[in-house]
């Protein structure tokens, strides 16, 4: 099998950022690729891709994520392959840098799936996975974000305060899937969520089957936009239940975000590596950074 690697960085990211999403995702999709190109697993090039991603305090992901509308960072994160359907994830989870390194720790000890919260922290404290200050997560850039979504927001009572528009694009959500030499495939998605959700809110990017989704006999898939669209329609298996109707990652991807818009309600994107290694992505946002490493490129190719 031809090793591949894709990446994005969100389905909400700033345009004017542009110059810095290149920098950073071309950095990330190196760190994963070295692993790939070496011969390693695909689920050692995610978890690399990710953390770079994480570290990135530009990106709605560990350090730099979207705000609770209470100021505090709560993060979500899943990984999952595909030759098991081995998955592990966190959710609402305060003070973890690399979200993405606990959901791969739990996806190993197997007992569960989804931790949030305290029990995921605890989890993280016996299984020696690094904690930091909870504070040192928030940037001066998310509490201007929130400040900014907070002075909008709709007062209480009105019609979409209770749709939960309240909540806005934390921009930046990152991901990545990747095909190894053995054929394995895997998935991940990192997030701080929607600037202004809830304390306690836990989105897609938390959910297998919504936010990431990976079978060796189909492909790998992750995710980042309106989480809530995204669980009504669990968008990760749906994008790849389509595949195998089309054959056609690209066009699988766009059916899926018609399906979200139809009957979710909601906007976003998705990254898509098929089992073949044919990649394909789509985004019904304006703007959605993506990137991808193949053997015989000598540099990640950027799509932006
Ligand atoms: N899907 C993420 C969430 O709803 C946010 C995003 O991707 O921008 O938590």
Request: some cysteine; proline content about 5%.
């Amino acid at each position: 099998m031809v090793p591949t690697l894709i990446a994005h960085a969100g389905a909400a990211a700033d345009p004017d950022n542009r110059d810095a999403y290149r920098v950073s995702l071309r950095a990330a999709l190196a760190a994963g690729w070295v692993r790939l190109r070496g011969g390693g697993s695909s689920l050692d090039a995610v978890q690399a891709t990710i953390e770079a991603l994480e570290d990135d305090p530009l990106l709605n992901a560990g350090r730099g994520s979207a705000l609770t509308e209470v100021g505090t960072v709560e993060c979500d994160a899943s990984i999952m392959e595909g030759e098991h359907l081995a998955a592990g994830a966190v959710g609402a989870v305060s003070g973890v840098p690399n979200p993405i390194r606990l959901a791969r720790r739990v996806m190993e000890d197997g007992r569960q799936v989804l931790l949030v919260g305290d029990g995921a922290i605890a989890f993280a404290r016996q299984h020696g996975v690094p904690l930091c200050e909870p504070g040192e997560l928030v940037t001066a850039r998310q509490r201007a974000r929130l400040a900014e979504r907070l002075a909008g927001e709709p007062g209480p009572g009105s019609a979409r305060r209770h749709a939960g528009a309240a909540a806005g694009p934390g921009g930046g959500t990152v991901g990545a899937v990747a095909i190894d030499g053995r054929g394995l495939v895997t998935a991940g998605t990192s997030t701080g969520g929607a600037v202004g959700k809830r304390s306690g809110r836990v989105g897609d990017s938390a959910l297998v089957g919504c936010g990431t989704y990976a079978d060796n006999r189909l492909g790998g898939v992750s995710t980042t936009g309106h989480g809530e669209a995204f669980i009504r329609t669990v968008l990760a298996k749906t994008a790849l239940d389509i595949l195998l109707d089309l054959d056609d990652p690209e066009l699988a991807c766009q059916v899926a975000l018609d399906v979200v818009r139809e009957d979710g309600r909601g906007d976003g994107g998705l990254v898509l590596l098929d089992w073949r290694g044919r990649l394909g992505w789509a985004h019904s946002t304006p703007f959605m950074p993506v990137g991808w490493c193949l053997p015989g490129a000598p540099e990640p190719i950027l799509a932006f």
